[in-house]
């Protein structure tokens, strides 16, 4: 399991840069991409030219190193005032929203994922402006999941804990992760992996996570669910239904079915846990007795 209070947050994993020193886009353009998962964290690509190519070969508009990308993997065409993506026959597939897509056209805010990385689509009104916007949003969210990443929970924790205390308030947090789930990129393939993660991590915030508590990626396929105001008891009943629905989640890759489980602990604040580390560690203890009992069970 990840070491709880050194090495390295789950998004920092594929930065070549910190947040501190990207620099704003300094072409003029009505529409651009902004790379929110992958070697180059937070670059800009002005979409400033009629076709713009993507792929794996040097010759590409935008290069993209990795053996999971097609030499020419896709192309983004301006026609007639908009912008439309196209596959090139790509071995992967080129992924809109988590869709395969052949053709389409893209809209404001759409992500367009090859290979291992992840675009964000922006476009109309002040470009440097949404390039600023999503530079901050990305330094509180994990960029493959789109939930709150490790600093992002860290602070809310800090907040939430300050709090329970002062008003003399219930917190407790649940902790997982998917069980065997190397054996699932082993499989499958990674593609298939961060599918999964995408996947649970959007099912669980549809239906699941309420507005006032936290979904969070503590580092690979961990994960954090913080609960404000909830004791130990009921904090174990929503670990039990997170793995329930996790497992009972038809997660569908292509034509593919994978079946996956998780492992979770509960923990709820106490003095010996009053701070986000110790709270954390508390629940990952859980975790870990759930592994130990078998997993695809909880502990709290």
Same mark, same amino acid.
């Given at each position: #399991?990840?070491?709880?209070?050194?090495?390295?947050?789950?998004?920092? @994993?594929?930065?070549?840069?910190?947040?501190?020193?990207?620099?704003?886009? +300094?072409?003029?353009? $009505?529409?651009?991409?902004?790379? *929110? &998962?992958?070697? %180059?964290?937070?670059?800009?690509?002005?979409? %400033?030219?009629?076709?713009?190519?993507?792929?794996?070969?040097?010759?590409?508009?935008?290069? *993209?190193?990795?053996?999971?990308?097609?030499?020419? &993997?896709?192309?983004?065409?301006?026609?007639?005032?908009?912008?439309?993506?196209?596959?090139?026959?790509?071995?992967?597939?080129?992924?809109?929203?988590?869709?395969? *897509?052949?053709?389409?056209?893209?809209?404001?805010?759409?992500?367009?994922?090859?290979?291992?990385?992840?675009?964000?689509?922006?476009s109309g009104g002040?470009?440097?402006?949404?390039? &600023?916007?999503?530079?901050? !949003?990305?330094?509180? =969210?994990?960029?493959? +999941?789109?939930?709150?990443?490790?600093?992002?929970?860290?602070?809310?924790?800090?907040?939430?804990?300050? !709090?329970?205390?002062?008003?003399?308030?219930?917190?407790?947090?649940? #902790?997982?992760? *998917?069980?065997?789930?190397?054996?699932? %990129?082993?499989?499958?393939?990674?593609?298939?992996?961060?599918?999964?993660?995408?996947?649970?991590?959007? +099912?669980?915030?549809?239906?699941?996570?309420? #507005?006032?508590?936290?979904?969070?990626?503590?580092?690979?396929?961990?994960?954090?669910?913080?609960?404000?105001?909830?004791?130990? /008891?009921?904090? =174990?009943?929503?670990?039990?239904?997170? !793995?329930?629905?996790?497992?009972?989640?038809?997660?569908?890759?292509?034509? +593919?079915?994978?079946?996956? /489980?998780?492992?979770?602990?509960? @923990? $709820?604040?106490?003095? #010996?846990?009053?701070?986000?580390?110790?709270?954390?560690?508390?629940?990952?203890?859980?975790?870990?007795?759930?592994?130990?009992?078998?997993? %695809?069970?909880v502990r709290g």
């Amino acid at each position: #399991m990840t070491p709880l209070d050194e090495g390295p947050m789950s998004d920092d @994993a594929t930065r070549k840069a910190k947040i501190s020193d990207i620099r704003p886009p +300094t072409v003029s353009a $009505e529409s651009a991409l902004i790379e *929110i &998962h992958g070697p %180059n964290l937070g670059r800009n690509y002005p979409l %400033n030219v009629a076709v713009t190519t993507i792929g794996r070969e040097a010759g590409n508009s935008i290069q *993209i190193d990795q053996d999971n990308a097609s030499r020419c &993997h896709c192309k983004l065409e301006k026609m007639r005032g908009a912008i439309y993506v196209e596959d090139l026959g790509s071995t992967n597939g080129t992924y809109l929203n988590d869709s395969p *897509i052949k053709r389409e056209r893209l809209r404001h805010g759409d992500l367009l994922k090859i290979g291992g990385v992840v675009f964000k689509f922006v476009s109309g009104g002040n470009i440097e402006g949404l390039y &600023h916007e999503e530079i901050y !949003r990305m330094t509180i =969210t994990d960029g493959l +999941t789109q939930v709150a990443n490790k600093r992002y929970l860290v602070e809310f924790l800090e907040r939430e804990i300050a !709090r329970a205390i002062r008003f003399g308030r219930q917190l407790s947090v649940v #902790m997982f992760d *998917i069980d065997h789930f190397k054996q699932v %990129n082993d499989t499958y393939g990674h593609l298939a992996g961060d599918f999964i993660l995408k996947e649970m991590c959007a +099912t669980l915030s549809r239906q699941l996570v309420r #507005m006032e508590e936290l979904l969070a990626r503590y580092g690979g396929e961990e994960f954090v669910i913080v609960l404000p105001e909830t004791g130990l /008891s009921t904090a =174990t009943t929503i670990a039990e239904k997170t !793995r329930r629905m996790v497992e009972g989640h038809g997660f569908h890759f292509g034509e +593919t079915e994978i079946k996956i /489980s998780i492992s979770a602990g509960a @923990a $709820e604040l106490s003095p #010996m846990a009053a701070d986000p580390l110790n709270l954390i560690r508390a629940a990952d203890e859980k975790l870990y007795a759930a592994k130990h009992a078998g997993r %695809n069970c909880v502990r709290g």
